[in-house]
Nanobody, 121 residues
Framework: QVQLVESGGDSVQAGGSLRLSCAAS????????MGWFRQAPGKEREGVAA????????IYTDSVKGRFTISQDNAKNTVYLQMNSLRPEDTALYYC??????????????WGQGTQVTVSS
């Protein structure tokens, strides 16, 4: 049984930083990607970042390049999303997902419940 539990969401002011964590159990890291997605009210779910092949490759959506960093700690079975220079448009419910490909939401098999990030101007 794969379980993903996100944490780290909060309310911050623009320019601030947050680190999201996704603790995974019952999941093998090696053969697929882990991803972070977000969904704002009234908008489609967006692939923010993904880390694949055991951490060997990372990809980001253009709007977060240079500001967000995805990483993983295999010993702790945890994936992180470090978010710096946050903007109001980053406000969304952030989801962790496992066993998928790149930033394509429909390919991911397992999802967490989400953690809310709110950025005020």
């Amino acid at each position: 049984q794969v379980q993903l539990v996100e944490s780290g969401g909060d309310s911050v002011q623009a320019g601030g930083s947050l680190r999201l964590s996704c603790a995974a159990s019952g999941y093998s890291w090696i053969k697929a990607c882990m991803g972070w997605f977000r969904q704002a009210p009234g908008k489609e779910r967006e692939g923010v970042a993904a880390i694949c092949t055991g951490g060997g490759s990372t990809i980001y959506t253009d709007s977060v390049k240079g500001r967000f960093t995805i990483s993983q700690d295999n010993a702790k079975n945890t994936v992180y999303l470090q978010m710096n220079s946050l903007r109001p448009e980053d406000t969304a419910l952030y989801y962790c997902a496992a066993e998928g490909w790149a930033r394509i939401a429909t390919t991911y098999r397992y999802w967490g419940q989400g953690t809310q990030v709110t950025v005020s101007s």
